[in-house]
Structures are given as structure tokens and as C-alpha cells.
């Protein structure tokens, strides 16, 4: 079996043709070579992964290189090159910093500086990690760096340019490297699929291209593993599986949430993300990034801008023609300010889920200046007949003959709040008695007195009605409409009522019956010890209630069971507290009603020393257990 190598160093690049991303910097150091000025010292920066040590080898390689292309191309087959190659090069020396930091191994490289090449024209000296270099070798390889021999030349590479002195940078040509761009690295890794006979589509590319955040050898190391995962045949769903990668599917689904006004489907798409284990963080990263790519989109134009494959397009294409610039304008508002909230808030998940609300609302917002108003009352129907009043003489009050109350009958009772004229004002009418409820009742002859309708009363105009006491007037006159109680609506329902009613039908549920008859001890005792177990959720409690000492007695024709706590703390808490609720669920387990419950304190003389050793404990076994001092006596064992 042949040792496998990885892509990321079976695929190096050993020319500058072959540098992914970095065309810029090939053409100018191949031209420096060609006209003759090299520098002494080169500086070689950028981010992980983008090619700062694979180019300083190239171009070291190009430097000695005895047959360079007619494009200063390293040819590879000339001893300077192969001696490279197989590690064993005298003009081409490799220094790590991070292990080879101290003043003593910079003095150590420049007595060697001053040694010439045995092979080609230049000493190559590339210093890999250079910023790990300390302070004082810093200002050590200063003089050496500034004037080397004329053969020796300096090749610096780094990750962070920042931790380098300005005067090493004062004495260097600097590159400033990119990041790969994701069209450069989906196609590097298109070709190597291709040499490894991986089959594998383009989204999964661009994931995997993403992923690497611009380094060509995270891409590297991640086809690696991706391959590893599934195969030569390779899924997109596979790979967002292995990769853990939120799918695109999510962020166009949840846009479309937005769009909608439905917060709920938002919700639950949101939780299931959570439970697959996504750190909220980064779904807060991903919908911004979706909503920057559909403002992209919306322009048109900006395709460069956009670095997704061409069926991802297309849906962006479709979605942004549904979203005004406005929505997305503000909804990237809303997800820029949840990210940069995120770490202060007490409640993440919240956090994230108020935002996403907030964005189901950008489209369809509830209008929350409009009041709230109960319903009204709808007016009474319109009487179909007048009906027959009896009448007595204009002296006595009339009272009707009480009657079975039915759903035909109704009470009409005159209000002391009703205006009246002067003269009626003496005078109150008695409840009247009128049969079919929605007519109105006729007047009586008593004296003048002003009814409000329903009408009239929500308008507050009230009209006296004068009567002359006569019959004849009496039936003439309009009779005064019967004020009807007001129809329970739901805003006339209090919350104290409701919960009321809730907890009555709750107790009514839960109701046992329970016999007058007054429990053994063997029950009470027995029911006692499975209390504990039910206030489980209550842990300190559970633990109080059983490690209490209790006793039971008759008192007052009850059986009273008195459990003892620790401290008056307890007492008082489980009295205010818990006392009544314990004695209740203690009745139901028995069966009885002649049971009472009561919490104390454990005397002083109680709470006396425990026993610590060995032998206090034995002692105090020996003196509760009488058996255990009969077992010591007979097999003569030694309690010490």
C-alpha cells in the first residue's frame, strides 16, 4: 500500500503558474528576476493558508534555478532544484522562528550568512513565522538584515505583520497577500476532484470554498475530510451533515416567514435549528449574509458580488423580486443590531427570537395605537305588541302579584339616578311585572317619571313623560322602556373572576371524598413516609419532611400528627407556607377528615452532640439498639 499524502501537500504549487490567487505578486517577483534587481531581504505577508511560504520557495527555487523557463519558471530538473526538493540544499536554508526565537540563534544565522553558496549565484535564507522572533533577536538581525553579503538574501514570512518592529519593515520589500477568492478555490478544488476521480457538484464546492474563509489549504484539508466522509460520490446533503453547515434552505424559508407575517413559523424554524446544535451566533451571521446577498440581488448588476453557484442565483433572483428595498434595508437593520447585542443580553435566545418577530412584523405590523373596545351590546328588538298593564288609582302605588319566575318575565325596576320632575319626584314606582320580555311595560299613573332607554341613556338625553293618571292617557302616552341588565361581555369579565372560576373547577376535579372516621396510626404512619416523594421538586423541603421527627396523639376528638424541624426558620416557613397544604394531601391519603397537622421545632435538649468517631458512634448504636449490645456480650467483641 502506497503512503498516502494529503491534498494540501500532494497539491503545493511548485511554479508561479500554478499559485492560485496571487497573479500579482508572481508577475512581480518573476520580472524582478528577469531585469536583474533583486532585493536583499523580501517580506511576505497575508493570512493563513494563501500561499506566503509556498511562495518564498518558488522563488527561491527560481533564483538558483540553472535552466528557468524563458518566464522564470523553476525548471525542476537542475541539481539546485532537486537538491530542494529532496531537502538537502546548501544555497537554500529554511529557519523556523517560533522554535529558533533567542539572540543565540540569530547569531548562529549570521555566521553562517557570511558562508557563500556552493551551488548557484544566491544563499536563500527564509525565516518562516517571523514574528515569533524576540525583541532583542529583533534588534540583533537588524545590522545583518540591512547590510548582508552580496550573495545572502533575506525571504521573511508571516501571518501578522503587526508584531514585526518598523524598522525590520523599513528594511524590507513587503507583499501583502489576498484571501483566495471562492470561484478561485471551486475550481482549484474542481481539478484535483477530477485527478482523484471525486465525483461532487458545485454546491458542495462553494460550501466547502466558504468554509475555508479564503485559505486554500483549509480547503484543502476540508475536501480531504469531506471525502473521507462520503466517498467518491459526494452529496450536498452529506456534506452539510459533515461540515455542519446551515442550509441555505433555512434563511429562504424563513424569508418567506417574514414576507408572510407568520412569527410562529419563524419560531419553530429557529428551534429547530437550535437542536441540531447550530450556535445561535452564527444563524444570526447566516440570515444577515442572506439578506445582504437578496440586496445584492435586487440591484442587479453586482454578480461579482455575490459568490454562490448559478441554481443558488436563480432562487435569490426569484425572492428578491418579492422583497422591496425597504424590508430588506430594514431587515438587515434589525439582525446587525441582534448580533451586535447578542453578548450583552441576560437572555440570548430571546434576544434572537424578539428580532426575528420584529421581522415578521417589517411587512404586516400590528397597529397598536388602535384601542381595544368591548363589544357592544346589541339593542333590544322591537317590540311586536303593547302589553296589557293593570292600573289602580292615581293614590295607591300599584304591585303586581308575584308570578313563577320564567325566561318570559321580566323585572323593571326604576332607579333612583333617573332624573324626575319636581313634582314626580316624591313619588317612586314599585318593581312592575311585565310578561314578554322584549316589549316595554306601560306607564303608571302615580305621578311622572323619566326611564332611559338603552338608547338614550349611551346618548344621555332624557325626556319626562307626563301622565294624567287616566287610563285613556295612560294607554296614549309612550310607555317607559325597562332598563336591561347589561350582557356579561368578555370585557366586563374581571381577571380575579376568571381565576376564580378556574380554581374552583380545579378544586371540584381534584375533590375526594373523605369519611369521618378517624385513622389507625399504622395508616397515618404508613401515608406519612410517602409524602417526601411528592414534593420531589421541592428538594429542601423533600429533606426537611423526612429526616423530621413526628409523633401521633389523640387530641380533641382528632388524631394530630406533629413532625418536628431543625430550626424556627423551617417552622415558620412551612406554617405560612406549606402547613395546609400538607394537611390536606395527608387527609386524602388516609381516607379521613379527623386528622389535624402540626410543624414544631426540636427541643434543645434534643439537638445534643453528634456522634464523630468511631467510637462515639458505636455507643450511640449500642444505646438505641439493645439487640447490638446482646451480640457484643455473646461473641465478646471489642467496641474500640
Given at each position: 500500500?502506497?503512503?498516502?499524502?494529503v491534498?494540501?501537500?500532494?497539491?503545493?504549487?511548485?511554479?508561479?503558474?500554478?499559485?492560485?490567487?496571487?497573479?500579482?505578486?508572481?508577475?512581480?517577483?518573476?520580472?524582478?528576476?528577469?531585469?536583474?534587481?533583486?532585493?536583499?531581504?523580501?517580506?511576505?505577508?497575508?493570512?493563513?493558508?494563501?500561499?506566503?511560504t509556498?511562495?518564498?520557495?518558488?522563488?527561491?527555487?527560481?533564483?538558483?534555478?540553472s535552466?528557468?523557463?524563458p518566464?522564470?519558471?523553476?525548471?525542476g530538473?537542475?541539481?539546485?532544484?532537486?537538491s530542494?526538493?529532496?531537502?538537502r540544499?546548501?544555497?537554500?536554508?529554511?529557519?523556523?522562528?517560533?522554535?529558533?526565537?533567542?539572540?543565540?540563534d540569530?547569531?548562529?544565522?549570521?555566521d553562517?550568512?557570511?558562508?557563500?553558496?556552493?551551488?548557484?549565484?544566491?544563499?536563500?535564507?527564509i525565516?518562516?513565522?517571523?514574528?515569533?522572533?524576540?525583541?532583542?533577536?529583533?534588534?540583533?538581525?537588524?545590522?545583518?538584515?540591512?547590510?548582508?553579503p552580496?550573495?545572502?538574501?533575506?525571504?521573511?514570512?508571516?501571518?501578522?505583520?503587526?508584531?514585526?518592529?518598523?524598522?525590520?519593515?523599513?528594511?524590507c520589500?513587503?507583499?501583502?497577500?489576498?484571501?483566495?477568492?471562492?470561484?478561485?478555490?471551486?475550481?482549484?478544488?474542481?481539478?484535483?476532484?477530477?485527478?482523484?476521480g471525486?465525483?461532487?457538484d458545485?454546491?458542495?464546492?462553494?460550501?466547502?470554498?466558504?468554509?475555508a474563509?479564503g485559505?486554500?489549504?483549509?480547503?484543502?484539508?476540508i475536501?480531504?475530510?469531506?471525502?473521507?466522509?462520503?466517498?467518491?460520490?459526494?452529496?450536498?446533503e452529506?456534506?452539510?451533515?459533515n461540515?455542519?453547515?446551515l442550509?441555505?434552505?433555512?434563511?429562504?424559508?424563513?424569508?418567506?416567514?417574514?414576507?408572510?407575517?407568520?412569527?410562529?413559523?419563524?419560531?419553530?424554524?429557529?428551534?429547530?435549528?437550535?437542536?441540531?446544535?447550530?450556535?445561535?451566533?452564527?444563524?444570526?451571521?447566516?440570515?444577515?449574509?442572506?439578506?445582504?446577498?437578496?440586496?445584492?440581488?435586487?440591484?442587479?448588476g453586482?454578480?461579482?458580488?455575490?459568490?454562490?453557484?448559478?441554481?443558488?442565483?436563480?432562487?435569490?433572483v426569484?425572492?428578491?423580486?418579492?422583497?422591496?428595498?425597504?424590508f430588506?434595508?430594514?431587515?438587515?437593520?434589525?439582525?446587525?443590531?441582534?448580533?451586535?447585542g447578542?453578548?450583552?443580553?441576560?437572555?440570548?435566545?430571546?434576544?434572537?427570537?424578539?428580532?426575528?418577530?420584529?421581522?415578521?412584523?417589517?411587512?404586516?405590523?400590528?397597529?397598536?395605537?388602535?384601542?381595544?373596545?368591548?363589544?357592544?351590546?346589541?339593542?333590544?328588538?322591537?317590540?311586536?305588541?303593547?302589553?296589557?298593564?293593570?292600573?289602580?288609582?292615581?293614590?295607591?302605588?300599584?304591585?303586581?302579584?308575584?308570578?313563577?319566575?320564567?325566561?318570559?318575565?321580566?323585572?323593571?325596576?326604576?332607579?333612583?339616578?333617573?332624573?324626575?320632575?319636581?313634582e314626580?319626584?316624591?313619588?317612586?314606582?314599585?318593581?312592575?311585572e311585565?310578561?314578554?320580555?322584549?316589549?316595554?311595560?306601560?306607564?303608571?299613573?302615580?305621578g311622572?317619571?323619566?326611564?332611559?332607554?338603552?338608547?338614550?341613556?349611551a346618548?344621555?338625553?332624557?325626556?319626562?313623560v307626563?301622565?294624567?293618571?287616566?287610563?285613556?292617557?295612560?294607554?296614549?302616552?309612550?310607555?317607559?322602556r325597562?332598563?336591561?341588565?347589561p350582557?356579561?361581555?368578555?370585557?366586563?369579565l374581571s381577571?380575579?373572576?376568571?381565576m376564580?372560576?378556574?380554581?374552583?373547577?380545579?378544586?371540584e376535579?381534584?375533590a375526594?371524598?373523605?369519611?369521618?372516621?378517624?385513622?389507625?396510626d399504622?395508616?397515618?404512619?404508613?401515608?406519612?413516609?410517602?409524602?417526601?416523594?411528592?414534593?420531589a421538586?421541592?428538594p429542601?423541603?423533600?429533606?426537611?419532611?423526612q429526616?423530621?421527627?413526628?409523633?401521633?396523639?389523640?387530641?380533641?376528638?382528632?388524631?394530630?400528627?406533629?413532625?418536628n424541624?431543625?430550626?424556627?426558620?423551617?417552622?415558620?416557613?412551612i406554617?405560612?407556607?406549606?402547613?395546609?397544604d400538607?394537611e390536606?394531601?395527608?387527609?386524602?391519603?388516609?381516607?379521613?377528615?379527623?386528622?389535624r397537622?402540626?410543624?414544631?421545632?426540636?427541643?434543645m435538649?434534643?439537638?445534643?452532640?453528634?456522634?464523630?468517631?468511631?467510637?462515639e458512634?458505636?455507643?450511640?448504636?449500642?444505646?438505641?439498639?439493645g439487640e447490638?449490645?446482646?451480640?457484643?456480650?455473646?461473641?465478646?467483641?471489642?467496641?474500640?
Open positions: 500500500m502506497s503512503e498516502y499524502i491534498s494540501a501537500r500532494k497539491y503545493r504549487p511548485d511554479s508561479f503558474e500554478s499559485l492560485i490567487g496571487q497573479d500579482n505578486i508572481a508577475q512581480t517577483l518573476k520580472n524582478s528576476i528577469i531585469r536583474g534587481k533583486l532585493a536583499h531581504a523580501y517580506l511576505f505577508c497575508g493570512p493563513r493558508g494563501v500561499g506566503n509556498t511562495t518564498a520557495r518558488i522563488f527561491a527555487k527560481a533564483i538558483n534555478c535552466n528557468p523557463s518566464d522564470m519558471e523553476p525548471c530538473e537542475c541539481e539546485s532544484c532537486r530542494f526538493q529532496e531537502g540544499s546548501y544555497c537554500i536554508h529554511e529557519l523556523d522562528a517560533a522554535s529558533n526565537n533567542g539572540v543565540d540569530i547569531k548562529n544565522l549570521m553562517q550568512v557570511q558562508i557563500p553558496p556552493q551551488v548557484g549565484k544566491y544563499s536563500v535564507y525565516i518562516d513565522e517571523v514574528h515569533m522572533l524576540s525583541t532583542a533577536a529583533f534588534n540583533a538581525f537588524l545590522k545583518t538584515l540591512e547590510e548582508p552580496a550573495h545572502a538574501i533575506f525571504i521573511l514570512a508571516t501571518t501578522e505583520k503587526h508584531k514585526i518592529l518598523p524598522t525590520i519593515l523599513s528594511r520589500q513587503t507583499y501583502d497577500f489576498n484571501r483566495i477568492s471562492v470561484p478561485d478555490i471551486v475550481s482549484n478544488l474542481r481539478m484535483i476532484a477530477g485527478k482523484e471525486v465525483n461532487i458545485d454546491e458542495s464546492l462553494h460550501v466547502i470554498a466558504q468554509k474563509d485559505a486554500m489549504r483549509d480547503a484543502l484539508t475536501f480531504d475530510q469531506t471525502v473521507a466522509f462520503c466517498g467518491t460520490d459526494v452529496k450536498y452529506e456534506v452539510l451533515k461540515l455542519n453547515v442550509d441555505y434552505d433555512y434563511s429562504f424559508n424563513l424569508v418567506d416567514a417574514f414576507l408572510a407575517g407568520d412569527y410562529g413559523t419563524a419560531l419553530l424554524k429557529f428551534d429547530e435549528i437550535l437542536s441540531k446544535g447550530f450556535n445561535a451566533l452564527h444563524f444570526c451571521a447566516a440570515l444577515s449574509s442572506h439578506f445582504r446577498d437578496l440586496m445584492v440581488t435586487k440591484n442587479g453586482l454578480d461579482a458580488l455575490l459568490e454562490l453557484p448559478d441554481s443558488l442565483k436563480a432562487r435569490y426569484e425572492q428578491a423580486s418579492r422583497c422591496s428595498l425597504k430588506l434595508y430594514d431587515a438587515l437593520a434589525v439582525t446587525t443590531a441582534c448580533e451586535a447578542y453578548k450583552q443580553a441576560v437572555n440570548p435566545r430571546l434576544h434572537i427570537e424578539f428580532a426575528l418577530m420584529k421581522l415578521s412584523f417589517l411587512m404586516k405590523a400590528p397597529d397598536a395605537s388602535r384601542p381595544v373596545s368591548a363589544p357592544v351590546s346589541q339593542p333590544a328588538p322591537k317590540p311586536v305588541a303593547e302589553p296589557v298593564v293593570r292600573q289602580s288609582s292615581p293614590a295607591t302605588v300599584p304591585v303586581a302579584e308575584p308570578v313563577e319566575p320564567s325566561s318570559s318575565v321580566v323585572k323593571v325596576v326604576s332607579e333612583p339616578a333617573v332624573r324626575q320632575s319636581p314626580s319626584a316624591a313619588t317612586v314606582s314599585e318593581p312592575v311585565v310578561t314578554a320580555a322584549p316589549v316595554r311595560p306601560a306607564a303608571t299613573s302615580t311622572t317619571i323619566a326611564e332611559k332607554s338603552d338608547l338614550e341613556a346618548e344621555g338625553n332624557v325626556k319626562p307626563e301622565s294624567t293618571g287616566s287610563p285613556a292617557a295612560a294607554a296614549e302616552s309612550p310607555a317607559p325597562a332598563r336591561r341588565k350582557a356579561k361581555t368578555g370585557a366586563a381577571l380575579n373572576s376568571i376564580q372560576e378556574e380554581e374552583t373547577k380545579k378544586v376535579k381534584q375526594v371524598v373523605i369519611e369521618d372516621a378517624i385513622p389507625d399504622e395508616v397515618l404512619l404508613n401515608a406519612w413516609k410517602t409524602v417526601p416523594a411528592e414534593y421538586s421541592s429542601r423541603l423533600a429533606n426537611t419532611l429526616n423530621a421527627d413526628f409523633s401521633v396523639e389523640m387530641k380533641d376528638g382528632y388524631k394530630l400528627l406533629t413532625f424541624v431543625s430550626n424556627d426558620a423551617q417552622e415558620k416557613w406554617r405560612a407556607n406549606r402547613l395546609m400538607l390536606g394531601n395527608l387527609q386524602k391519603k388516609v381516607g379521613s377528615s379527623k386528622l397537622l402540626e410543624v414544631g421545632v426540636v427541643p435538649a434534643d439537638k445534643g452532640v453528634q456522634p464523630y468517631t468511631d467510637q458512634k458505636a455507643t450511640a448504636l449500642m444505646g438505641q439498639n447490638v449490645q446482646n451480640l457484643i456480650k455473646d461473641f465478646g467483641l471489642e467496641t474500640k
